[in-house]
């Protein structure tokens, strides 16, 4: 199989998605081999990005970003097609216009409310397209480089908020929801999407004891990344019509 990747992937004479990619190799293994009922493509796209230098693109050189994108494609032999792309590890960060209150509260719960916070997390986002057979990507031509750009833009922007502004957040729950709604929303051949969104903290450094109160004032001006317990906030929202 490792040999039969290299061999298709040189046989493309011009650079495709890696959704496409994904389903020609998927196409290969359920019509060449007999045997093969069904097969089941993964694949996961680091993204390397031209530098910038003195304001302009360099001719050859290229960093690698941190988020990666995500492709599942389930294809049986008779055309059966489940196509599923996303994104893992887009580390996001807004410094104001967070909080988390009205929660409920019982005789453990220490954690105060607020409206003022900062809001980290890492986006795990895994979306599923309508395309039912695999007659319904040779019938029409669909750029999934470009949705899954589209994608990430939407999110991106969701999140953060209009750039002079930003937006409230809420929660870390309410943030999501909006991220998922905004995607299904806008385009209309996604059926559904997941989000996952780990609450990273960022806590605000505290110098003083007892003894000395006023040892080195802060006014949440330094703060210390943490690897204490923290949620994980998870959901699937799809379309009224649609099957997970």
């Not at 039969?4 to 493309?12: D, H, I, L, N, S």
Request: charged share 20%.
């Amino acid at each position: 199989m490792k040999n039969t990747v290299y061999a298709k992937a040189k046989e493309c004479t011009e650079a495709i998605s890696v959704e496409n990619f994904a389903v020609l190799l998927a196409r290969h293994f359920t019509t060449f081999y007999p045997q093969v009922t069904a097969a089941v493509v993964n694949i996961v796209e680091k993204p390397w990005e031209r530098v910038t230098v003195d304001g302009q693109q360099h001719i050859h050189g290229f960093k690698l970003g941190s988020e990666k994108h995500t492709v599942e494609v389930t294809l049986k032999k008779c055309g059966s097609l489940s196509l599923t792309s996303g994104i893992e590890g887009l580390a996001v960060l807004k410094t104001t216009k967070s909080g988390f209150e009205g929660f409920i509260r019982d005789q453990y719960t220490i954690l105060p409310e607020t409206r003022e916070r900062m809001l980290a997390t890492e986006i795990t986002a895994s979306w599923r397209y309508h395309f039912k057979h695999i007659s319904d990507l040779s019938s029409k031509s669909f750029c999934f480089t470009k949705r899954y750009q589209d994608v990430k833009k939407v999110l991106e922007a969701t999140f953060f908020g209009p750039q002079n502004v930003g937006v409230y957040s809420p929660s870390v729950q309410n943030t999501l929801y909006l991220m998922a709604k905004a995607v299904l929303n806008r385009f209309q051949e996604i059926t559904s999407i997941q989000l996952q969104m780990p609450n990273l903290h960022f806590l605000p450094v505290n110098l003083s004891s007892k003894d000395n109160p006023s040892l080195v004032k802060f006014a949440h001006d330094v703060f210390l990344p943490t690897d204490e317990p923290h949620g994980t906030i998870q959901a699937t929202v799809t379309r009224s019509l649609s099957k997970l």
